[in-house]
C-alpha cells in the first residue's frame, strides 16, 4: 500500500515539475560533455570500451643468500661448555663486523644443551705387557701328576690339561704368565718362573719338559666413563653481499663450525619492486600498441579504464627451486665437525619471471564539428 502512495507521489511530482527535471538531466550531461571534452577534447567522445592482456618476461638476479652456521662446544660442566660456545661465537660476529655485517644480519635459530657419556682409556693406568708360555710335558704315572699339580700351585698355575692327539700319550699342557709395565721385563721374569718350575720338576724326575709356544701383548688399558656437556648453537646468516659468502665460510670453518650445506638464494622484495615499477610503464606502452592494433580505423584508442598486473608467478616457481636445491643438498647432511666440508656456494642462474598485464581502455570516436 505505502509502494503504491509512494509511486503515485513520485508520478505526480514529475508532473508538476517537468521543466526542473528536464534541467537536472541536462545539467548532468553537459558536466559528463565537459569532463571528456577535459580528456579528449571536443573531437573525441567515448563510444565503448576494449579489453586485452598481454605477457613479458623479466630477469631477475638472485640478491640475498642465507644459510645456518652450528657450533658444538664441549666442556666438564656445563658453564664450561657455554663459555666455550660465548667466546667462539663473539669471534665470529667480530669478523663478521670487519665486513660491515651488523647484529641484524643474524639470528640464532636453535640453542641446546646436552650431557653425554664418555669412555676413555684410563690416564692414571699404565700400559701393561703380558708374557705367556705354552709348556708341554710327559706324565706317566699318577704320582708324577699329583706332584706337578702342587708344584704348579705354588705359582698359581692350574690350568694344566691333556693334550687331545691319538699319536701322543700321557701328555700334557699348561700355561706360564707373566705380566709388567715393560715388556722386556714380562719377558724376563716368565722365563725366570719356567726355569724355576723346570728345576723343580727334574727333582720329581719330570724331566722331558718343552716350550712349545711364546707370546708377549700389550694389555688393552682400562677405560673410565666421564660425563661431558654439550651446547649447540645454530646461527641464520641473511645477508645481501654474495661476494663475501666463501669468507664467511671459510672464516666459520676456522673456528670449527659447521656450515649446513642448505645455502638458499632469494631477490629481496626491493629488488622485486623495482622490477615491477620498470616493467609496468613498458608493459602499458605495449598494451596500448596492441590494442590500438586491433581497433578499426574509425576508432580512437581512450585512456585505460582498468590495469592488473599478475606476477604471481615469482613466488611459487622460484619458491619451488630453492626447495629443490636444498631437497638435493640435504642428501647424505649426517657429517661430523671434523669431516670435510662439501659446501655448494654456486649461485643459482639468472631467473625468469612471467608478468601478465590485462587492461580496459575506452574506444573514442571523432566527432565532425559542424
Given at each position: 500500500?505505502?509502494?503504491?502512495?509512494?509511486?503515485?507521489?513520485?508520478?505526480?511530482?514529475?508532473?508538476?515539475?517537468?521543466?526542473?527535471?528536464?534541467?537536472?538531466?541536462?545539467?548532468?550531461?553537459?558536466?559528463?560533455?565537459?569532463?571528456?571534452?577535459?580528456?579528449?577534447g571536443k573531437n573525441l567522445i567515448p563510444v565503448g570500451e576494449i579489453t586485452s592482456k598481454i605477457t613479458d618476461n623479466i630477469i631477475l638476479k638472485p640478491d640475498t643468500v642465507e644459510f645456518y652456521v652450528t657450533l658444538e662446544t664441549e666442556g666438564e660442566t656445563p658453564t664450561?661448555?657455554?663459555?666455550?660456545?660465548?667466546?667462539?661465537?663473539?669471534?665470529?660476529?667480530?669478523?663478521?663486523?670487519?665486513?660491515?655485517?651488523?647484529?641484524?644480519?643474524?639470528?640464532?635459530?636453535?640453542?641446546?644443551?646436552?650431557?653425554?657419556?664418555?669412555?676413555?682409556?684410563?690416564?692414571?693406568?699404565?700400559?701393561?705387557?703380558?708374557?705367556?708360555?705354552?709348556?708341554?710335558?710327559?706324565?706317566?704315572?699318577?704320582?708324577?701328576?699329583?706332584?706337578?699339580?702342587?708344584?704348579?700351585?705354588?705359582?698359581?698355575?692350574?690350568?694344566?690339561?691333556?693334550?687331545?692327539?691319538?699319536?701322543?700319550?700321557?701328555?700334557?699342557?699348561?700355561?706360564?704368565?707373566?705380566?709388567?709395565?715393560?715388556?722386556?721385563?714380562?719377558?724376563?721374569?716368565?722365563?725366570?718362573?719356567?726355569?724355576?718350575?723346570?728345576?723343580?720338576?727334574?727333582?720329581?724326575?719330570?724331566?722331558?719338559?718343552?716350550?712349545?709356544?711364546?707370546?708377549?701383548?700389550?694389555?688393552?688399558?682400562?677405560?673410565?666413563?666421564?660425563?661431558?656437556?654439550?651446547?649447540?648453537?645454530?646461527?641464520?646468516?641473511?645477508?645481501?653481499?654474495?661476494?663475501?659468502?666463501?669468507?664467511?665460510?671459510?672464516?666459520?670453518?676456522?673456528?670449527?663450525?659447521?656450515?649446513?650445506?642448505?645455502?638458499?638464494?632469494?631477490?629481496?622484495?626491493?629488488?622485486?619492486?623495482?622490477?615491477?615499477?620498470?616493467?609496468?610503464?613498458?608493459?602499458?606502452?605495449?598494451?596500448?600498441?596492441?590494442?590500438?592494433?586491433?581497433?578499426?580505423?574509425?576508432?580512437?584508442?581512450?585512456?585505460?579504464?582498468?590495469?592488473?598486473?599478475?606476477?604471481?608467478?615469482?613466488?611459487?616457481?622460484?619458491?619451488?627451486?630453492?626447495?629443490?636445491?636444498?631437497?638435493?643438498?640435504?642428501?647424505?647432511?649426517?657429517?661430523?665437525?671434523?669431516?670435510?666440508?662439501?659446501?655448494?656456494?654456486?649461485?643459482?642462474?639468472?631467473?625468469?619471471?612471467?608478468?601478465?598485464?590485462?587492461?580496459?581502455f575506452e574506444t573514442l570516436k571523432k566527432v565532425e564539428q559542424k
Open positions: 500500500m505505502k509502494k503504491t502512495l509512494l509511486l503515485i507521489l513520485l508520478m505526480n511530482m514529475s508532473t508538476i515539475f517537468p521543466s526542473y527535471a528536464q534541467n537536472n538531466a541536462l545539467n548532468v550531461s553537459n558536466n559528463y560533455l565537459e569532463l571528456q571534452q577535459l580528456k579528449y664450561e661448555a657455554s663459555n666455550l660456545n660465548v667466546e667462539t661465537m663473539k669471534k665470529l660476529k667480530t669478523y663478521l663486523n670487519t665486513l660491515n655485517i651488523t647484529d641484524d644480519n643474524l639470528v640464532t635459530t636453535d640453542y641446546k644443551n646436552s650431557v653425554r657419556t664418555i669412555t676413555k682409556p684410563d690416564s692414571k693406568n699404565n700400559t701393561t705387557y703380558a708374557a705367556i708360555l705354552n709348556v708341554v710335558l710327559t706324565i706317566d704315572n699318577n704320582d708324577s701328576f699329583i706332584n706337578l699339580n702342587k708344584i704348579l700351585d705354588k705359582y698359581g698355575i692350574n690350568n694344566i690339561y691333556q693334550i687331545d692327539d691319538k699319536n701322543l700319550t700321557n701328555y700334557y699342557e699348561f700355561s706360564i704368565a707373566t705380566t709388567s709395565n715393560r715388556e722386556s721385563r714380562a719377558k724376563d721374569d716368565l722365563y725366570k718362573d719356567f726355569n724355576n718350575i723346570a728345576n723343580e720338576l727334574k727333582k720329581i724326575g719330570l724331566t722331558n719338559v718343552s716350550i712349545k709356544k711364546y707370546m708377549v701383548r700389550e694389555m688393552e688399558a682400562k677405560e673410565i666413563e666421564e660425563k661431558h656437556y654439550f651446547v649447540n648453537n645454530t646461527l641464520k646468516i641473511k645477508i645481501n653481499k654474495l661476494d663475501l659468502i666463501g669468507k664467511i665460510i671459510a672464516k666459520a670453518q676456522e673456528l670449527k663450525m659447521q656450515v649446513n650445506n642448505n645455502i638458499s638464494y632469494s631477490v629481496s622484495p626491493e629488488a622485486i619492486q623495482a622490477a615491477l615499477n620498470e616493467h609496468e610503464t613498458l608493459l602499458l606502452n605495449k598494451l596500448s600498441a596492441k590494442v590500438e592494433r586491433l581497433l578499426d580505423k574509425q576508432y580512437v584508442l581512450g585512456a585505460p579504464i582498468t590495469l592488473s598486473l599478475d606476477s604471481r608467478d615469482f613466488d611459487t616457481s622460484y619458491s619451488s627451486f630453492n626447495n629443490a636445491k636444498s631437497q638435493k643438498r640435504y642428501l647424505g647432511m649426517d657429517r661430523s665437525v671434523d669431516d670435510a666440508m662439501d659446501v655448494d656456494i654456486n649461485t643459482p642462474p639468472e631467473y625468469e619471471v612471467t608478468l601478465t598485464l590485462s587492461g580496459t
